[in-house]
Nanobody, 123 residues
Framework: VQLQASGGGLVQAGGSLRLSCAVS????????MGWFRQAPGREREFVAA????????FYADSLKGRFTISREITKNTVYLQMNSLKPEDTAVYYC?????????????????WGQGTQVTVSS
């Protein structure tokens, strides 16, 4: 499974960005997709996840209401819509794929990772 994240950039506080993650390869083996982020000097943290079935979505509590994960099955693409961005949202954002059920919040549960896309929010 190969993952290609895109859509990052520089945005002012209060603005929006939509990240994309294109999935290729053994896509049928992917059970769910997640987004994580890592700010300088900090651990990589969970942002959002969803099953490819679209039935369930999961969010970090602190991001609920501002971030939305979605997917477009025909394009094998997962999106992260980020609204009302804050300077503390500045980080490299990674998409990841997991093949099995279990926790959607733990990065150790994800087998495949994209290269990351930088999001910078200016104040």
């Amino acid at each position: 499974v190969q993952l290609q994240a895109s859509g990052g950039g520089l945005v002012q506080a209060g603005g929006s960005l939509r990240l994309s993650c294109a999935v290729s390869g053994r896509t049928f083996s992917s059970h769910a997709m997640g987004w994580f982020r890592q700010a300088p000097g900090r651990e990589r943290e969970f942002v959002a996840a969803m099953r490819w079935s679209g039935v369930s979505t999961f969010y970090a509590d602190s991001l609920k209401g501002r971030f939305t994960i979605s997917r477009e099955i025909t394009k094998n693409t997962v999106y992260l819509q980020m609204n009302s961005l804050k300077p503390e949202d500045t980080a490299v954002y990674y998409c990841a794929s997991k093949s099995y059920s279990g926790s959607y919040y733990l990065r150790s549960q994800y087998e495949y990772w994209g290269q990351g896309t930088q999001v910078t929010v200016s104040s």
